[in-house]
């Protein structure tokens, strides 16, 4: 299965029979051959559709499917992953054409048949939110959609160039060429933050007002537009990235924190 087959949100497919089979098919915890990703997968959900419940529904959605077809998982590790992240992309994009559809309805009157929704306590409310804390990058933000999703599967979901290519449904030196101009962005958002850090500069401290930064995407273009037109911020930014690689030839950090999957949720 390819992800470019997983992209279309369809609803005439052995995937969509498969979803309301699942129940019956599947025990009441994942199978184990799942645990190693359910985080990562879960993760991924939850910063496409940014609703809970709706990252639990897709999560379920995608283990249904896997079952289903488990036949045409690939043998190896990497490719597996990617088979997995791509199942995921397709049940998101599932819930979002749903959305459209609501959307739509409400404006013609005829709204689908939705699930009541879930009443949550205050404790899980804030559990939540910071579970969706978890999903800030602030380095990243200066990259388009299109480059932050390449982004986040290589450096939060550690996957490779050719597996990200898989999962978005394109070719590998499109997704190499995505992921190179996402990290120069990310690197050029990196050295403004450094200026801000080291302080000094008049004008960066009227754009930031004090150091506790929230990088909306207009601030963070005020603050690259100086880094790049101011000479004092521009060695100050130099300096601080002496040490590290060539702009663009890697994306830091390492690893960014996944969530943790509601494992029994999903299975229901």
Do not use: I
Not at 56 to 72: C, F, I, K, M, P
């Amino acid at each position: 299965m390819t992800s470019s087959r997983l992209d279309q949100p369809a609803h005439n497919t052995g995937a969509h029979r498969a979803q309301r089979r699942a129940p019956r098919t599947l025990a009441q915890r994942p199978p184990a051959r799942y645990e190693a990703y359910l985080d990562g997968l879960f993760t991924y959900c939850l910063s496409v559709l940014c609703d809970h419940d709706e990252a639990t529904a897709a999560l379920g959605d995608l283990l249904a499917v896997s079952e289903r077809q488990y036949a045409r998982c690939p043998a190896g590790e990497a490719e597996r992953k990617a088979w997995l992240y791509a199942l995921a992309r397709w049940a998101c994009l599932r819930k979002l054409a749903e959305r459209r559809r609501s959307r739509q309805g409400a404006h013609t009157g005829r709204v689908p048949e939705q699930a009541p929704a879930v009443e949550v306590s205050e404790e899980e409310r804030e559990r939540r939110h910071r579970e969706l804390a978890l999903l800030a990058w602030p380095e990243a933000a200066g990259t388009t959609p299109e480059q932050r999703e390449a982004l986040e599967l290589a450096v939060r979901h550690q996957l490779g160039t050719r597996e990200v290519a898989s999962v978005l449904g394109m070719n590998y030196p499109a997704a190499r060429e995505l992921l190179a101009a996402g990290a120069c962005e990310v690197d050029r958002t990196r050295a403004a933050l450094a200026v801000v850090e080291m302080g000094g500069c008049p004008t960066v401290a009227q754009l930031t007002g004090d150091h506790q930064v929230l990088l909306s995407a207009a601030l963070r273009r005020e603050l690259v537009r100086h880094v790049d037109d101011c000479p004092r911020c521009r060695r100050a930014a130099e300096r601080a990235g002496a040490a590290g690689p060539w702009p663009g030839s890697t994306v830091t950090p390492a690893a960014l924190p996944l969530a943790e999957a509601p494992r029994a949720a999903a299975q229901a």
